[in-house]
């Protein structure tokens, strides 16, 4: 017997056997798409609600949060704000004492720079006025060196004004007590020869100071207006001074002065621009002058000459001094031993006048009052008081060993 074999359902069958679940199903969906909107509307009412109770409730959280933190912020930053005012006032304070000596230093400076200002106008003003008073004397100077210029061409004023140069440095070596000038001076044997200086040193020696330079040259080349000129009045000037220094050695005023002045004389150059110019342009000038016995002087070395002189006398004069005083000493000296002899005479007599009256109160004492006292037993009317001894001298003269020790007059050298 064959097995059996289901029958597959045809999709007919299938179809048949499904339609009325499909049916159901249908409005199975239906129903739950009706009650999903009813839902989604819910929600929806829902959600607005929510949404406005929540919008609702943020706005008033946010309202009372916003008042509480600006009430705690205006109350914190009032504190904030009193503690910065308290501190800025403290720190203003500390700032203001630190600064108060920046303050008063910044016053003394502004002080002083007003007076330094001040000061400064009046320098400046003194400096303008020194300045045309230097140019008034610039121009007063340059005509004044001009006339002088002028005037000394002429050969006496020249030698007038070479003399009271040699004056005027006697007088700032301080020399004028030990010095004669020209007119003072004389040389023997009617020679015209009258130096213009003579030195006296100690010792009763001299020293010849002649001022005759000649200076037309020298002059001449100071009014040239270019270089060569200049220089060719300049050599004149330097052979001009050699002439002289020859003409003054010929002199030999040592030999007027009989031995009393040292082999050589000295010429005087009024000023150093003379000398410096001739030594310039004749630099064997000076051993020229030493070989002949003439020594050239400018007022600076003649100063120092005179100077040392000077200092010779001073050294003269303490000499002097101190032989004065040795000679008072033993004048000195022989009166006090003449004075020393006669105190001595003086205490023996002293001592003999004590040594009497002694004698004379012991006789009195021992020979005369006794007799006295015999009588005033009888108690002789008007006869006073009762005689006293006298005191005797007991004192013994002091003598100076000093005074004794001095010789006498005939010992004193």
Not at 170 to 186: I, P, T, Y
Not at 285 to 314: C, D, H, K, M
Not at 373 to 396: I, N, Q, Y
Request: one cysteine or more; hydrophobic letters at 40%.
């Amino acid at each position: 017997m064959p097995a059996w074999k289901p029958i597959s359902p045809t999709p007919a069958i299938r179809l048949a056997i499904c339609a009325p679940k499909n049916a159901e199903l249908r409005v199975l969906l239906e129903t739950e798409k009706a009650r999903t909107g009813e839902n989604l509307a819910l929600l929806d009412d829902a959600r607005r609600t929510l949404t406005d109770q929540f919008r609702a409730l943020s706005t008033d959280a946010l309202a009372r949060s916003n008042a509480s933190f600006l009430q705690l912020a205006e109350e914190n930053f009032g504190k904030l704000q009193m503690a910065a005012k308290g501190d800025l006032d403290q720190r203003g304070q500390a700032i203001a004492a630190l600064l108060q000596p920046v303050v008063e230093h910044l016053g003394k400076l502004d002080t002083n720079l007003r007076e330094m200002e001040k000061t400064r106008e009046g320098a400046y003003h003194g400096l303008r006025e020194q300045t045309a008073l230097m140019r008034q004397l610039y121009h007063e100077l340059k005509s004044e060196t001009g006339n002088l210029t002028r005037a000394l061409r002429a050969p006496t004023v020249r030698g007038r004004w070479g003399e009271i140069q040699l004056k005027r440095v006697v007088e700032l070596a301080g020399m004028l007590d030990h010095c004669d000038f020209q007119e003072q001076v004389q040389t023997p044997e009617d020679r015209k020869l009258r130096p213009d200086l003579v030195v006296r040193l100690p010792g009763g020696k001299t020293v010849i100071v002649d001022a005759k330079a000649p200076l037309e040259a020298y002059l001449l080349a100071v009014e040239a207006t270019d270089d060569d000129t200049r220089r060719l009045h300049l050599l004149h000037h330097a052979r001009q001074i050699r002439t002289h220094i020859k003409a003054l050695s010929e002199k030999t005023y040592w030999e007027q002065f009989k031995g009393n002045t040292p082999e050589f004389v000295v010429l005087f150059l009024p000023g150093e621009h003379f000398f410096a110019a001739a030594l310039e342009h004749d630099p064997s000038l000076i051993e020229a002058g030493v070989e002949q016995s003439v020594i050239l002087a400018t007022p600076t070395t003649l100063i120092s000459l005179l100077r040392a002189v000077a200092y010779g006398w001073r050294q003269e004069r303490l000499a002097e001094n101190a032989r004065e005083i040795a000679a008072h000493g033993r004048e000195m000296h022989k009166r006090l031993s003449t004075f020393t002899e006669h105190l001595s005479k003086i205490g023996k007599g002293l001592e003999s006048a004590s040594s009497a009256y002694n004698s004379a109160v012991g006789a009195f004492d021992s020979r005369v009052l006794v007799q006295a006292r015999k009588l005033a037993e009888f108690d002789t009317a008007g006869l006073g008081d009762s005689l006293e001894t006298p005191p005797p001298v007991e004192t013994a003269l002091r003598w100076s060993s000093a005074v004794a020790s001095l010789p006498g007059p005939s010992n004193n050298g």
